[in-house]
């Protein structure tokens, strides 16, 4: 029988033994910094502007509630005075979040601009222009037989083709959500006939396996492979970059492995699945900021390495003068196509 070691639990270990000789109770309250201001905010076109606003916090501090409110929140665009941000809480099932807003909606093109003050702080600013729309030229599912050693299963293969354009540096993020025709709740068992189609589609992520292209693959290192760590994260989308086909049609090729969690009796009836793809073309900062978060949740040796102090933790990109945080700038196009049933 073969046991899969964690490299990081020997690592781990190895630092403990190698640390019970010379322990040594330090007192961190002379490190403390003064506190920051931290705003983020997304300038999406078509989207109402919303950005968050925080205070740096210590370690010791053990999670305090750090969410700034009553402060003066301005949105400029285009160098002219849009106006002040309101505060607004939004109370959700488990938690409110509370938010400044703006009706103004963002266009590419524009150049927006927060600036953000609260007293006992620096005051903090920050300034991005909207990009144009990326261009998606198509979008296909296909079935596909995943096989291990051990097991097959249902799987798909989406190819998403987009141009890219001709200037240098462009950056992405690409996402996949998955829609499930929504039906009237009964026990199925209790009915002779299918349940009635409710006239809308429910869509989750589709969790997808970035690996299989290679704008993703190089991500992963050789001992990383060795290692086990053979996965990115990417819940939420991946961000990438036009190194690899700057100023030309490409097609990215993602597998997912995601099926159907639930026994439907009336699979005649059923409508299609169907999934949609977004591409967003975000800005250097942005993409620099979602590389760096994505780079903390993926399995790595660095970031196993990082845990226990033996290796250099990833930094994230900021560009809140005066502070911490983002202000990105994303512009998004999408295609939608219908699932074909499994053979």
Known sequence: MIMKVNIKHILSLGVILLATSCMKEVDLEHLRPDPKLVLNCVASQGEPLKASLSRTWFYTDNYPNVTIENAK????????????????????????????????????????RIEAEKEGFREVMAEEIVPGKPTLTGFSVENIKSNTPYYSSDGRRYKITFRDNPSTGDCYLIKISR????????????????????????????YLDYTTDPVFENKISILDKVMGNDWLSGSGGRPFSDELFNGKEYTMKLNSNSGLSYYWPYEEERLPDSVRVYLY?????????????????????NNDLAD??????????SNINGGLGILGAACADSLTVVVPKAN
């Not at 199925?188 to 992520?205: F, R």
């Not at 073309?281 to 040796?301: F, Q």
Request: glycine share 10%.
């Open 73 to 112: 929140v301005n949105l400029y665009v285009n160098n002219h005075l849009v106006g002040e941000m309101n505060w607004l809480v939004t109370e959700g099932d488990y938690y409110s979040i509370g938010n400044y807003v703006s009706s103004y909606i963002p266009v590419s093109g524009d150049k927006v």
């Open 281 to 301: 073309t975000i800005t250097e900062p942005y993409y620099k900021y979602l590389s760096a978060l994505a780079s903390l949740y993926d399995g790595s040796l």
């Open 179 to 206: 829609g499930y025709p929504e039906y009237e709740d009964h026990s199925l068992g209790d009915y002779e006939e299918a349940p009635a189609y409710k006239g809308v589609y429910g869509w989750t992520t589709e």
């Open 308 to 317: 226990i102090g033996l290796a250099e933790p990833v930094r994230v990109t």
